[in-house]
T-cell receptor, first 109, second 111 residues
Framework: GQQLNQSPQSMFIQEGEDVSMNCTSS?????WLWYKQDPGEGPVLLIA?????ELTSNGRLTAQFGITRKDSFLNISASIPSDVGIYFC?????????FGTGTSLTVIP | NAGVTQTPKFRILKIGQSMTLQCAQD?????MYWYRQDPGMGLKLIYY???????DKGEVPNGYNVSRSTTEDFPLRLELAAPSQTSVYFC??????????FGSGTRLTVV
């Protein structure tokens, strides 16, 4: 199947710090999605990207569709405790969306 | 405002038993999906459906079966449970092939 690599695998940061994470794929995507999963819940869509170079924001979150179309980036500014969770990227191949392995974020108050 | 509803939330099965994981959505979405999530492994697609009466295999379909007789429901069947099927199962739906709405998951343990 499709390989989506996310880094870092986990992050421990102080409240108020900015966060950066990325996702790379072995093939070109036309869409990138970023999800957040709270403990014990299903993933929730944060941001969708549809065009190479696109930069989209959702509150304190900003995501970018890489120029090569093989990567995407998610930034969180001024982190707060409720940002804790696992962040997943996803991209489509054929009739399937493939998900990355996730970046686990811990915010220390 | 239910969205995607999965039942049960938790289940323990013995090896060789069978069960059906239920999934229902009230958003009139055509696309429905079943994923499994193993620790540190992200989500893997088991089966998906693009409309009532149409289903297709995903990345990891072995040991599972699905049916889609209505737009609203997309049950996942495990016929002979194996320890390798211990996982958290998520159902999702979408109006088109795009960002999904996920259910809250079913945590299954096979012992």
């Amino acid at each position: 199947g499709q390989q989506l690599n996310q880094s870092p695998q986990s992050m421990f940061i102080q409240e108020g710090e900015d966060v950066s994470m990325n996702c790379t794929s072995s093939s070109i995507f036309n869409t990138w999605l970023w999800y957040k999963q709270d403990p014990g819940e299903g993933p929730v869509l944060l941001i969708a990207l549809y065009k190479a170079g696109e930069l989209t924001s959702n509150g304190r979150l900003t995501a970018q569709f890489g120029i090569t179309r093989k990567d995407s980036f998610l930034n969180i500014s001024a982190s707060i405790p409720s940002d804790v969770g696992i962040y997943f990227c996803a991209g489509p191949t054929g009739n399937q969306f493939y998900f990355g392995t996730g970046t686990s974020l811990t915010v220390i108050p | 405002n239910a969205g995607v509803t999965q039942t049960p939330k938790f289940r323990i099965l013995k090896i060789g038993q069978s069960m059906t994981l239920q999934c229902a959505q009230d958003m009139n979405h055509n696309y429905m999906y079943w994923y499994r999530q193993d620790p540190g492994m992200g989500l893997k697609l088991i089966y998906y459906s693009v409309g009532a009466g149409i289903t297709d295999k995903g990345e990891v379909p072995n040991g599972y079966n699905v049916s889609r007789s209505t737009t609203e429901d997309f049950p996942l069947r495990l016929e002979l449970a194996a320890p390798s099927q211990t996982s958290v199962y998520f159902c999702a739906s979408s109006p088109v092939f795009d960002g999904y709405t996920f259910g809250s998951g079913t945590r299954l343990t096979v012992v």
